[in-house]
């Protein structure tokens, strides 16, 4: 039962515990950024030739990695109803909406000053806005935790948060354009005022904070490590693009965006990633689901004895032919078989003896009725049936003597048997062949007095009446019904003395 509990588990990449190689291979990652950062940092204020493609290019990349990211993280949210995912999916619509007026607005790129009425303020002081309220997410995230959300409430919450989200990016572009007389001026052209400093460390330090706050929270998810890993990723780029660095179009400004890019493809990558593992789990599901009804549908329509189909499996066999049958005006032929003198055999042998009769009857049986559409089948107790759709009356009339040899040389010792020392059989054939009206006829069982005969039973009702007559004429031989008996058992049911 433990084993079905933890299959039937659905798991997120918010919720799914970070194990031990998920750790490891994110250590390596801050492991290896670091080192790389701790070798930049020394040549952050080399000047470079100022490329502004660059900044376009960056920020387009940055927009689909976040928008992306973004629409991965609600529609698990949908899925898990977690709360912290609302948030932190709209910090990502945050980032990416705020590096979109931050290239709007850069000096030299759109237009010399920049568009949105940006002055030479307004693009640092979205690029601090931008850096300092992702983490802000980021922390709230945290403090919601794994906290879900009543059902049906996520459309409204959603729609909630892209407005409030949209109105703060507007804000803020509003206070970097229009209001950027308030700020304090944190650039002179191409480069820093001391003020930078003072206004740098805070955004570094929401950046740190948001890292700490990931740290604490239990369990600690996929998904919380590797936003961990970006945090840190965040707190390289800001500090070799705002901090060791010069200005514009250094060493460090250029470095520092390029952490930027990577620490938004990180979750997105990881997302991806889990994703495509879940799509393989969910293949490998539908697989063992279609391999576990497939073996459904065997046990439920096989004879658990005797191997060979069942009365359930041999009920809809017969409907589908004779269906077909009254569709084609084709013949269709049935054989029922009757052990002979099987409650004596019991008796004598005892019933695990009876039951490998019954399995060697059905063998013979089985191996008869080979051809497309034909089927063997236990009927009930010691009796089978033979369906055999296009087959004739002389032809079934054979087959069925076929069957009873076969039977007869496996040599199945039956000494309390009154016509021969080993196990023998009794068949009953019935054929209707070429009577699509008479077909029809039968099976509007709803017109006739007797409701015994409904439909393809009379095929049923045709074999039983040859077989009582094959027991009644000593056991051990093929009786056969024929188009003849059929009509006359029409006209019994509908004759009103008849019922």
């Known amino acids: 039962m433990t084993d079905i509990a933890v299959d039937d588990r659905t798991d997120f990449l918010s919720s799914l515990p970070a194990g031990r190689r998920d750790r490891a291979f994110a250590c390596a990652v801050v492991v290896v950024s670091t080192a790389i950062f701790l070798m930049l940092t020394p ?3 080399v000047p470079l030739v100022p490329e502004p493609i660059f900044i376009p290019v960056y920020q387009s990349a940055l927009l689909v ?12 949210r949908r899925l898990s109803r ?4 609302s948030l932190l999916a709209g910090g990502y619509l945050f980032t990416a909406l705020m590096s979109t007026m931050h290239a709007l607005s850069f000096p030299g790129l759109f237009s010399p000053t920049g568009l949105l009425g940006a002055g030479p303020q307004t693009t640092a002081w979205l690029y601090m806005f931008w850096h300092g309220g992702f983490p802000l997410f980021v922390i709230a995230y945290a403090r919601y935790g794994l906290a879900e959300q009543p059902a049906g409430a996520g459309r409204t919450t959603i729609l909630s948060a892209v407005s409030a989200i949209v109105s703060l990016v507007c804000g803020f572009t509003l206070l970097a354009t229009a209001g950027q007389a308030l700020l304090p001026p944190i650039m002179e052209g191409n480069h820093y005022t001391p003020i930078l400093i003072v206004v740098i460390s805070t955004v570094w330090l929401l950046n740190l904070a948001a890292l700490y ?3 604490r929270r239990r369990p600690y998810t996929v998904l919380d490590l590797w936003l961990s890993v970006t945090m840190c990723a965040w707190l390289f780029d800001i500090a070799l693009s705002a901090v060791f660095n010069a200005g514009r179009y250094d060493l460090g400004f250029y470095a520092g965006r390029i952490y930027g890019l990577l620490a938004a493809s990180l979750v ?6 889990e994703n495509g593992k879940l799509h393989l789990q969910l293949a490998k599901l539908r697989e063992s689901d279609r391999e576990k009804a497939a073996e459904l549908r065997r ?5 658990q004895l005797t191997g060979i189909a069942n009365r359930r499996a041999f009920d809809d066999a017969l409907d589908q032919e004779w269906r077909r049958m009254m569709r084609q005006g084709s013949t269709l032929s049935l054989l029922l078989v009757d052990v002979d003198f099987f409650k004596r055999f019991n008796d004598t042998y005892g019933h695990v003896a009876g039951d490998q009769c019954l399995r060697e009857v059905a063998k013979a049986l089985a191996s008869r009725a080979r051809r497309a559409g034909e089927l063997a089948a236990r009927y009930g107790g010691e009796e089978f049936a033979v369906l055999l759709p296009n087959v004739d009356r002389d032809e079934a009339k054979k087959l069925g003597e076929a069957i009873r040899a076969t039977v007869r040389e496996r040599n199945i010792p039956h000494e309390r048997s009154d016509v021969a020392p080993y196990v023998t059989i009794s068949v009953g054939a019935a054929t209707i062949a070429n009577l699509p009206q008479l077909a029809a006829a039968l099976s509007r069982s709803d017109n006739l007095p007797s409701a015994t005969i409904p439909g393809a039973s009379v095929l049923i009702e045709m ?11 000593g056991r051990n031989r093929v009786m056969a019904a024929g188009a003849d008996d059929a009509a006359q058992l029409t006209h019994s049911c509908v004759s009103p003395t008849a019922a």
């Open 268 to 273: 997105l990558i990881v997302l991806l990633a």
């Open 82 to 85: 977690m709360q912290g995912l």
């Open 299 to 303: 046990i439920s329509t096989v004879d």
């Open 43 to 45: 040549f952050a204020k």
């Open 463 to 473: 074999a039983d009446h040859a077989l009582y007559r094959a027991k009644q004429s």
């Open 65 to 76: 990695n976040d928008v992306i990211t973004a629409v991965f993280l609600l529609s698990q």
């Open 213 to 215: 706050a990931l740290s």
